[in-house]
């Protein structure tokens, strides 16, 4: 069954990444993806969008990174793709706005995966929390390359405003331009974690990026605790 606490703390550090971002290679992309979790990455998402990948190139690499991500006890996500993330047998799917219902998502995976929905405003998230999210991905925090669909970004003072709306029960991740930079503000505001792609793919040691990103984490987690 579903357990929103694992969940939370699984979505401290959320890699998202597809072959598109690591130079069209799927080798290069399940190297990368093993190196943000060696570095404390608790969830890991296939976001292969515009790659030149064939559907039966994306269902061996999903196998491979549901594969290393279970090895390194992480969560495994598939982005948008339903289908995909249900030939996958993958721990949860993120859908966005311009994607089927929620309702609809449900009774196509089923009661045990998770459900991630991406919200960027105060309606949005109110209505994927009554819709049954399990998790909602905020943003854009920051302007981004990485995703030419993120809209424009409503910063931390946005996700605070999701943050007070929806409560605490609810596991909130901030997406979007997230940097080692940046992300503290976006954990400060409420964020339970940050969702990254080039802040790890892009980086000279995806681990030691990884790493320093899990201990603003752990460091922000440990300050609301006392």
């Known amino acids: 069954m579903r357990d929103r606490e694992k969940l939370r703390q699984k979505l401290g550090v959320y890699f998202v990444v597809g072959s598109q971002d690591c130079g069209y290679s799927a080798e290069m992309t399940l190297a990368i993806a093993e190196q943000a979790l060696q ?39 598939v982005n948008d793709d339903v289908d995909l993330a249900i030939t996958l047998d993958a721990d949860g799917v993120h859908v966005g706005q ?17 459900i991630g929905v991406s919200a960027g405003t105060v309606e949005e998230a109110l209505e994927a929390q009554r819709g049954g999210a399990d998790c909602i991905g905020v943003g854009a925090m920051y302007a981004t ?8 970004p409503i910063g931390p003072v946005g996700l605070k405003q999701i943050r007070e709306a929806v409560g605490g029960s609810l596991p909130i991740v901030g997406i979007g331009g997230i940097t080692l930079g940046n992300a503290s503000a976006v954990l400060s505001a409420g964020a339970d974690g940050v969702a990254v792609i080039s802040a790890i793919s892009r980086a000279v040691s995806p681990e030691s990026a990884a790493r320093e990103l899990n201990k603003l984490v752990e460091n922000t987690r440990h300050f609301h605790s006392r």
Do not use: I, T
Request: net charge negative.
């Open 98 to 114: 311009e994607d089927m219902s929620l309702d609809a998502v449900r009774e196509r995976v089923g009661e045990a995966m998770y």
């Open 39 to 77: 570095g404390g990455a608790g969830s890991l998402q296939l976001r292969d969008k515009g790659s030149r990948l064939n559907q039966a190139e994306k269902v061996q690499l999903g196998q491979e990174m549901k594969k290393l991500a279970a090895a390194y006890h992480a969560l495994f996500f």
């Open 145 to 152: 390359s990485s995703k030419a669909d993120a809209g424009e």
